[in-house]
């Protein structure tokens, strides 16, 4: 549906020039939910405005459903973008028109009649359960709310992409969920390609199918979004990770030399990484039993990524420095990747 062929942004100022893209390729499938993620400045926002030429890039080619869009005239770029659907952090509505005007709006060229309007509008605010808002101004309505009423318009003219950038930064985590679960709804519904910029790990890892990592302008890393999750690569792909999980305090806890990650002669402090294939195997147990190993555990998280069960634990092993080697061994045999963090 969607496709980057080496696109790069320059902006140029009269100091400097910002090289906010760097030659990124990517290919997205029609139907998916693809998220690119990356912390403040990476080039996130610029990419996915490139896609609808809202920023036109100054190297690459972009392909959406077929259509070169750079090489597009003004008539058929406007034809193409009310293909393309977008959502905003700040919802971008209009305040002087009610929630019925907002979503019509992207209608008034369409060609409807007003009885079609009316069915389409009523229609859209029925899938997005703000049927009871029609009549409402955006004043009276909650962040949530309004981020519906933007959903709503940006599938006013049937598209076939639906571009999010950052759509749930503004939200607070209960009201995220709901907005999340309703573009899954809405993707598999309506069979749409949703594109997702976002700088929050736990929003990718709820929703979407494939990943992009950025930093610097740059795609450092792209998978499937289990793989992303049980095999990070790139630096800033394992700090994302980490934002998500409080694996980060251990190793402030043993910088600080915590009482809690301290250890004696004859201990080792480890991480082991479970994947989708170990997360049920009586690992730990088998380590004490068989290898003579005690194991101590001081912190562990298991979460399940789409039905793939994802763990970490932090575990201090006590033994022979031979029996703990072998216990290590055993993790490793059994597809457990093993950190040593203290030893």
Excluded: W
């Amino acid at each position: 549906m969607i496709e980057l062929r080496h696109v790069s942004k320059t902006f140029e100022t009269k100091k400097l020039n910002v090289h906010a893209v760097k030659d990124v390729s990517l290919h997205i499938e029609a139907k998916e939910i693809f998220g690119v993620i990356g912390f403040s400045g990476a080039g996130k926002s610029t990419l996915i405005r490139c896609i609808n030429l809202l920023e036109r890039p100054t190297s690459g080619e972009i392909y959406v459903d077929g259509k070169n869009m750079g090489a597009l005239n003004d008539k058929e770029l406007r034809a193409m973008r009310k293909k393309i659907g977008m959502i905003f952090q700040h919802f971008n509505l209009m305040r002087s028109r009610t929630v019925f005007a907002n979503v019509a709006f992207p209608l008034k060229d369409s060609g409807l009649n007003k009885q079609e309007v009316e069915a389409k509008v009523s229609e859209l605010l029925q899938l997005v359960d703000l049927s009871d808002k029609r009549d409402a101004y955006p004043s009276e309505l909650s962040g949530g709310q309004k981020q519906r009423v933007a959903i709503a318009r940006a599938l006013a003219n049937d598209p076939k992409v639906l571009l999010c950038d950052e759509a749930t930064s503004a939200l607070d985590p209960q009201t995220t969920g709901s907005i999340l679960k309703l573009l899954k709804e809405v993707n598999q519904r309506l069979g749409i390609t949703i594109v997702l910029i976002t700088h929050e790990m736990a929003v990718i890892k709820e929703i979407c199918d494939r990943v992009a990592v950025m930093e610097d302008g740059a795609i450092q890393e792209e998978g499937n979004v289990v793989d992303i999750f049980a095999h990070p690569k790139a630096q800033v792909t394992k700090n994302f990770i980490h934002t998500t999980s409080s694996l980060s305090k251990i190793y402030e806890m043993i910088e600080k030399d915590s009482p809690i990650t301290r250890i004696k002669n004859g201990q080792m402090l480890v991480h082991l990484k479970y994947g989708t294939s170990n997360t049920k195997e009586a690992l730990l147990s088998h380590v004490s039993r068989e290898l003579h190993v005690e194991t101590s555990i001081i912190y562990g998280n298991v979460e399940v990524i789409h039905d793939a069960p994802l763990g970490d634990l932090v575990v201090i092993l006590s033994g022979s420095k031979a029996d703990i080697e072998q216990a290590i061994t055993y993790f490793q045999n059994n597809g457990v990747a093993v950190e040593v963090m203290k030893s």
